[in-house]
């Protein structure tokens, strides 16, 4: 009975760990709807749209490339963002609710942090060329300390799209009742409208 059990939980584990996953391909790759197979060439799987980004001063900014952006990616469970941090700014607490990030600084140094189940803190140092991996789900941020010079890197997903939950701007600027959180942090009302105006709707 307890073998039972075992195989019972260990084919649920599966089947949840294959469904949290991009869908499997049964070809080489996937051919858009309406997109001749016989008509594609090499430049269906060049991206170019990443060459002059740069983000606004005294930013953070990124540039995503899901398969929403680039098509080719489709099925494929891979994705990346090019990401750079203008001196003392950051990619604020966020979540990728569908794949694991690997970071990559390309210039600069970076500081960086995620948080565990357990409420645990990991956080490190990065110099150029130093790679961290963020596991899937797990709250986690960067920052550039420097006041002087601009951070970039580029992080690879084990998603073609792994999804952003910005906790910020999720919580405070998602409508979740004012009541709801007032109790959650034990804050003033005035102090929620300070944590809520940078994600009030400009007019």
Same mark, same amino acid.
């Given at each position: 009975?307890?073998?039972?059990?075992?195989?019972?939980?260990?084919?649920?584990?599966?089947?949840?760990?294959?469904?949290?996953?991009?869908?499997?391909?049964?070809?080489?790759?996937?051919?858009?709807?309406?997109?001749?197979?016989?008509?594609?060439?090499?430049?269906?799987?060049?991206?170019?749209?990443?060459?002059?980004?740069?983000?606004?001063?005294?930013?953070?900014? #990124? +540039? &995503?490339? =899901?398969?929403?952006?680039? %098509? *080719?990616?489709?099925?494929?469970?891979? @994705?990346?963002?090019? !990401?750079?941090?203008?001196?003392?700014?950051?990619?604020?607490?966020?979540?990728?609710?569908?794949?694991?990030?690997?970071?990559?600084?390309?210039?600069?140094?970076?500081?960086?942090?995620?948080?565990?189940?357990?409420?645990?803190?990991?956080?490190?140092?990065?110099?150029?060329?130093?790679?961290?991996?963020?596991?899937?789900?797990?709250?986690?941020?960067?920052?550039?300390? #420097? +006041? &002087?010079? =601009?951070?970039?890197?580029? %992080? *690879?997903?084990?998603?073609?799209?792994? @999804?952003?939950?910005? !906790?910020?701007?999720?919580?405070?600027?998602?409508?979740?009742?004012?009541?709801?959180?007032?109790?959650?942090?034990?804050?003033?009302?005035?102090?929620?409208?300070?944590?809520?105006?940078?994600?009030?709707?400009?007019?």
């Amino acid at each position: 009975m307890a073998t039972m059990k075992l195989v019972l939980v260990l084919m649920m584990t599966t089947v949840v760990a294959v469904c949290a996953r991009d869908p499997e391909l049964t070809t080489d790759f996937a051919v858009p709807v309406g997109m001749n197979a016989s008509m594609i060439t090499g430049d269906f799987f060049k991206f170019t749209g990443l060459r002059d980004f740069s983000a606004a001063p005294s930013t953070f900014g #990124s +540039k &995503k490339v =899901t398969h929403v952006e680039f %098509s *080719a990616l489709t099925g494929l469970g891979v @994705g990346v963002t090019l !990401l750079e941090y203008k001196p003392k700014t950051m990619n604020p607490p966020h979540t990728h609710p569908r794949g694991s990030e690997l970071i990559y600084v390309l210039a600069g140094h970076l500081d960086v942090g995620l948080i565990d189940s357990a409420n645990k803190l990991y956080s490190a140092h990065l110099h150029e060329g130093d790679l961290f991996v963020f596991p899937q789900g797990l709250v986690h941020f960067q920052i550039n300390m #420097s +006041k &002087k010079k =601009t951070v970039r890197a580029i %992080s *690879a997903f084990g998603s073609s799209n792994a @999804g952003t939950i910005s !906790l910020p701007r999720n919580i405070f600027g998602s409508g979740i009742e004012d009541e709801v959180l007032l109790k959650a942090f034990k804050i003033t009302s005035a102090e929620l409208m300070k944590l809520k105006a940078p994600f009030m709707p400009t007019m």
